[in-house]
């Protein structure tokens, strides 16, 4: 296994019963896992969070995620563009 | 697998290689600290897309790497004893002894098992009382939360045959140490992702204004590294020096604040042996005083270990960044994954691992 490999997961239930070692039910791509929660207080269902060795680091900022892929895709259009005008 | 598929976009690479190479004047070394992302940077051949101007110097961040032979010795012998049970991530098994690896033992009738979790340790110590669980809890930052939270744990439900043996490593005082030495020609970092997931990003800033080097916070995909590098050589070419985030989807400037207050709860910071490299000077973590029942090296007497390193290898000067593993005559030869001299050959995150398995020299 890779020690510092962490992937995201999408939190399909919480159970709260142990308030001390809170679990997620998480799937990874169709592959479901018991994980830690305990560190994230707020994460809800349907988010995704980052999984390492069955403990949550964060929760994935969807928003973040989506800003910069738009942010890199403008950064070819706009190249391509100045390429034309510069011919 | 949605977060990830999106930064392995090829159009998205060719964009930022495309900008890298509009924008690099001078020559920089940069120096990606974590083996992940080495082995992301062999993987997919990320090179290909940097200017000859950039050069990657490949990091010490390999916790399977940098534990001290001492600490596998010692590993090596607990697991042989028969009231145990000796519990490790599965990259320790085949890190090499100074006689044998854990592996061996294994395969000799040691109950050696390989766990996905810390907190599994827990459950088996509870489904068998009567010996006693070892969990070879090593890691960086970003894993030694988990290995705390196994502790403490521990503590809540009363475990008495649970222990770990620990060798817990820091980046920053690494990277000081690189910093620092005679021999450095870093001009830039790229900072492990997940141990700042754990960590944040400001205990960074004073190392970038002391040492005059940008350091630029990024993650493990191919997107995520050349976003990584552009930021980097952005900074360099304009003489600037600062820390940026640019892996903003899972980390905070303040990392995880739950995590870091389990950490300085369990842990203290101590002076850490690094396999191959020495002593650095408040580099690791060993449990606090209130924790030692759970320290292994305290439990168990192991008696004298003679260690023994293999002469060729030259693991600490490639993880220092001073050699790349094709400069050490053992690569490829006496030295192979399934049959390694050094740790670096080991882990899926080792630097000769990562040469070995996607560029092997002809």
């Given at each position: 296994?890779?020690?510092?490999?962490?992937?995201?997961?999408?939190?399909i239930?919480?159970?709260?019963s142990?308030?001390?070692?809170?679990?997620?039910?998480?799937d990874?791509?169709?592959?479901?896992?018991?994980?830690?929660?305990?560190?994230?207080?707020e994460?809800?269902?349907?988010?995704?969070?980052?999984?390492?060795?069955?403990?949550a680091?964060?929760?994935?900022?969807?928003?973040d995620?989506?800003?910069?892929?738009?942010?890199?895709?403008e950064?070819?259009e706009l190249?391509?563009?100045?390429?034309?005008d510069?011919? | 697998?949605?977060?990830?598929?999106?930064?392995?976009?090829?159009?998205?690479?060719?964009?930022?290689?495309?900008?890298?190479?509009?924008?690099?004047?001078?020559?920089?070394?940069?120096?990606?600290?974590?083996?992940?992302?080495?082995?992301?940077?062999?993987?997919y051949?990320?090179?290909?897309?940097?200017?000859?101007?950039?050069?990657?110097?490949?990091?010490?961040?390999?916790?399977?790497?940098?534990?001290?032979?001492?600490i596998?010795?010692?590993?090596?012998?607990?697991?042989g004893?028969?009231?145990?049970?000796?519990?490790?991530?599965?990259?320790?098994?085949?890190?090499?002894g100074?006689?044998?690896?854990l592996?061996?033992?294994?395969a000799?009738?040691?109950?050696?098992?390989?766990?996905y979790?810390?907190?599994?340790?827990?459950?088996?110590?509870?489904?068998?009382?009567d010996?006693n669980?070892?969990f070879?809890?090593?890691?960086?930052?970003?894993?030694a939360?988990?290995?705390?939270?196994?502790?403490?744990?521990?503590?809540?439900?009363?475990?008495?045959n649970?222990?770990?043996?620990?060798?817990?490593?820091l980046?920053?005082?690494?990277?000081?140490a690189?910093?620092?030495?005679?021999?450095?020609r870093?001009?830039?970092f790229?900072?492990?992702?997940?141990v700042?997931?754990?960590?944040?990003?400001?205990?960074?800033?004073?190392?970038?204004?002391?040492?005059?080097?940008?350091?630029?916070?990024?993650?493990?995909e191919?997107?995520?590294?050349?976003?990584?590098?552009?930021?980097?050589?952005?900074?360099?070419?304009?003489g600037r020096?600062?820390?940026e985030?640019?892996?903003?989807?899972?980390?905070?400037?303040?990392g995880?604040?739950?995590?870091?207050?389990?950490?300085s709860?369990?842990?203290?910071?101590?002076?850490?042996?690094?396999?191959?490299?020495?002593?650095?000077p408040?580099s690791?973590?060993?449990?606090?005083?209130e924790y030692?029942?759970?320290?292994?090296?305290?439990?168990?007497d192991?008696?004298?270990?003679i260690?023994?390193?293999?002469?060729?290898?030259?693991?600490?000067?490639?993880?220092?960044?001073?050699?790349?593993?094709?400069?050490?005559?053992?690569?490829?030869?006496?030295?192979r994954?399934?049959?390694?001299?050094?740790?670096?050959?080991?882990?899926?995150e080792?630097?000769?691992?990562?040469?070995?398995?996607f560029?092997?020299?002809?």
């Amino acid at each position: 296994m890779h020690m510092c490999l962490a992937v995201p997961g999408k939190v399909i239930s919480i159970d709260e019963s142990n308030p001390d070692l809170r679990m997620a039910r998480v799937d990874f791509s169709g592959v479901v896992k018991e994980v830690c929660v305990q560190w994230l207080p707020e994460v809800t269902e349907g988010e995704y969070i980052l999984a390492h060795v069955g403990m949550a680091l964060n929760v994935v900022d969807e928003k973040d995620a989506l800003e910069t892929l738009e942010l890199l895709k403008e950064m070819g259009e706009l190249d391509a563009e100045l390429g034309k005008d510069a011919w | 697998m949605k977060y990830v598929d999106e930064f392995r976009d090829i159009g998205l690479v060719r964009n930022l290689s495309v900008k890298i190479r509009k924008i690099t004047t001078g020559e920089w070394n940069l120096m990606e600290i974590c083996g992940g992302q080495t082995h992301s940077i062999m993987r997919y051949g990320l090179e290909e897309f940097l200017p000859d101007k950039i050069r990657l110097v490949h990091g010490p961040g390999c916790p399977v790497c940098v534990t001290p032979l001492e600490i596998i010795d010692k590993a090596i012998r607990i697991a042989g004893r028969p009231d145990v049970i000796f519990t490790s991530f599965g990259d320790m098994l085949r890190v090499p002894g100074s006689e044998r690896d854990l592996m061996s033992v294994k395969a000799g009738g040691g109950d050696v098992r390989i766990l996905y979790s810390p907190l599994d340790a827990l459950r088996i110590a509870e489904e068998n009382p009567d010996r006693n669980v070892v969990f070879f809890a090593i890691g960086f930052e970003t894993t030694a939360p988990a290995n705390a939270m196994a502790v403490k744990e521990a503590r809540r439900r009363g475990l008495k045959n649970f222990s770990i043996l620990g060798s817990h490593v820091l980046v920053p005082p690494a990277m000081e140490a690189i910093l620092s030495s005679g021999e450095n020609r870093i001009q830039g970092f790229l900072a492990a992702g997940h141990v700042c997931t754990v960590m944040g990003y400001e205990e960074y800033i004073p190392i970038a204004e002391k040492y005059r080097v940008p350091i630029v916070v990024t993650g493990f995909e191919p997107v995520d590294i050349l976003k990584g590098i552009y930021q980097l050589v952005v900074q360099l070419e304009e003489g600037r020096c600062g820390v940026e985030n640019a892996y903003g989807r899972v980390v905070t400037r303040q990392g995880n604040p739950a995590a870091r207050q389990l950490l300085s709860e369990v842990f203290e910071v101590a002076d850490m042996k690094w396999r191959g490299i020495g002593t650095i000077p408040r580099s690791g973590f060993r449990l606090a005083a209130e924790y030692t029942g759970f320290d292994a090296e305290k439990i168990f007497d192991v008696g004298d270990i003679i260690q023994q390193e293999s002469p060729l290898c030259i693991a600490g000067q490639v993880l220092q960044g001073l050699k790349k593993p094709a400069d050490c005559t053992a690569f490829g030869r006496e030295c192979r994954p399934e049959h390694p001299l050094g740790a670096p050959m080991v882990s899926s995150e080792g630097v000769c691992a990562a040469y070995y398995r996607f560029k092997v020299p002809n």
